[in-house]
């Protein structure tokens, strides 16, 4: 979920399980939702991104949820691989409309054990 | 298709100094953004560029400024550093002025002693 402060949530998972990172929006207005994959010493990297329109979108191994009714996101991380370890972050914009610039959660470290 | 870069990769810079940090964007993209990305604050928008023209910028002072050259490629500046400017600046295009996709490049580890 969302930090508080200067704490990032950590959530620690076992090879092989599914993980569920989850993210609240904050503007009852945004209508377009991404989540983004930082690994240490790069730059954010696209995962997934959905649109109010909808509430489920999948891709590889990677299923984001939306819940406008009570503003969450969450991405769900099927078969976790050591290479899934990092920090998560939800991102939220209005399409067409409103500041072009992304509002970024304060990201989740995911931690995958061996 | 070549990603977005960033250079320098690190900077280290003192207090009062200015500094001036670059971005080309994926090849065909015309959009540019700016993000700050510091442990306290996350990761906060700074301003995005479209046809070199400033499109919309974030809650910074003036201090920080850009621009975009008719290649897209951009630069962003910062005058009278503060310590608290230490951070890694991030650029992001996009290919279309309301396309939302944006791809991030490596960042600028900036470092104000």
């Known amino acids: 979920g969302e930090s508080v402060g200067l704490h990032l949530p950590t959530l620690s998972v076992q090879e092989g399980d599914n993980s569920i990172i989850n993210c609240a929006y904050s503007n009852s207005a945004s209508d377009y939702f991404i989540w983004y994959k930082q690994e240490s010493g790069k730059g954010p990297q696209f995962i997934i991104d959905i649109r109010s329109n909808m509430d489920k979108r999948q891709g590889q191994r990677v299923t984001v949820l939306l819940n406008k009714t009570v503003k969450h996101l969450s991405l769900q991380i099927a078969a976790t691989q050591p290479g899934d370890s990092a920090v998560y972050f939800c991102?939220?914009?209005?399409?067409?409309?409103?500041?072009?610039?992304?509002?970024f959660g304060k990201g989740t470290h995911l931690i995958i054990q061996p | 298709k070549a990603g977005v870069t960033q250079t320098p990769r690190y900077l280290i810079k003192t207090r009062g100094q200015q500094v001036t940090l670059s971005c080309s964007p994926i090849?065909?993209?015309?959009?540019v953004s700016w993000y700050q990305q510091t442990p306290g604050q996350g990761l906060q928008f700074l301003f995005e560029?479209?046809?070199?023209?400033?499109?919309n910028k974030g809650n910074f002072p003036g201090r920080f400024s850009g621009r975009q050259f008719s290649n897209s490629r951009s630069e962003m500046n910062v005058s009278t550093l503060e310590l608290g400017d230490s951070a890694l600046y991030l650029c992001a295009s996009r290919a279309r002025e309301r396309s939302d996709t944006q791809y991030f490049g490596p960042g600028t580890r900036l470092t104000v002693l």
């Open positions: 991102a939220e914009n209005i399409v067409g409309g409103g500041a072009d610039g992304l509002t």
């Open positions: 560029y479209f046809s070199e023209t400033q499109r």
């Open positions: 090849s065909g993209h015309r959009s």
